[in-house]
């Protein structure tokens, strides 16, 4: 099974700011079957990007994703205060399906 | 517009097995998805359980198979995770989700927490 790490493990950052959640694969993860999900608290995953760099509907354009391989970014170009939450990777390139443990995103 | 619905016990005692029902709205099961399990232990991530397809098809997280079990009934919408023998360490919020087909979980229900205790 492909185990993903991601870093930091939290991100101290101001609204405004750019935030940059890195997410690194055991192995290649095929075909840059990558997703990434925000999770705000008492809140369920909500799917942010797929295909590594695909924004899903209704995501806003200060979400981007990047990468391939066994390395990706996300990166949100303008913290919002909404933004500040809880950031998972899942890779469905190799069965099983697994996530990363997450980077929290909070406020400085 | 989509949306899921998790029910079942809050509780549940060691070595028993686990039952949550998931019910859809706005989206037949049978008309295409997968539909899955996701679980979240306190403070902790996310680990995919398994998933189901209308048709039959199921397929479980290796680390979980020996004791899962989901099926559907399409005629109510719904769909079902069993986990049997459970311990403290399956004590979780369990989500449903829509899943494109061997890919992304595109729609969640609340989640629902599960705890096993005596």
């Known amino acids: 099974e492909i185990v993903l790490t991601q870093s930091p493990g939290t991100l101290s950052l101001s609204p405004g700011e750019r935030a940059t959640l890195s997410c690194r694969a055991s192995?290649?993860?095929?075909?840059?079957?990558l997703a990434w999900y925000q999770q705000r608290p008492g809140q369920a995953p909500r799917l942010l990007i797929y295909?590594?760099?695909s924004r899903a509907t209704g995501i806003p354009d200060r979400f981007s994703g990047s990468g391939s391989g066994t390395d990706f970014t996300l990166t949100i170009s303008r913290l919002e205060p909404e933004d500040f939450a809880v950031y998972y990777c899942?890779?469905?390139?190799?069965?099983?399906?697994?996530f990363g443990p997450g980077t929290t995103v909070d406020i400085k | 517009q989509v949306q899921l619905q998790e029910s079942g016990p809050g509780l549940v005692k060691p070595s028993e097995t686990l039952s949550l029902t998931c019910t859809v709205s706005?989206?037949?099961?049978?008309?295409?998805?997968?539909w899955g399990w996701i679980r979240q232990p306190p403070g902790k991530g996310l680990e995919w359980i398994g998933s189901?397809?209308?048709?039959?098809?199921?397929y479980y997280s290796p680390s979980l198979k020996s004791r899962v079990t989901i099926s559907g009934d399409t005629s109510k919408n719904q769909f079902s995770l069993k986990l049997s023998y459970v311990t403290a360490a399956d004590t979780a919020v369990y989500y449903c989700?829509?899943?494109?087909?061997?890919?992304?979980?595109?729609?969640w229900g609340q989640g629902t927490l599960v705890t096993v205790s005596s």
């Open positions: 295909g590594a760099s």
């Open positions: 706005g989206y037949s099961i049978s008309s295409g998805y997968y």
């Open positions: 989700a829509r899943e494109v087909p061997g890919t992304t979980f595109d729609y």
């Open positions: 192995q290649s993860v095929s075909s840059s079957y």
């Open positions: 189901f397809y209308h048709s039959g098809i199921t």
């Open positions: 899942q890779q469905y390139g190799s069965s099983p399906i697994t």
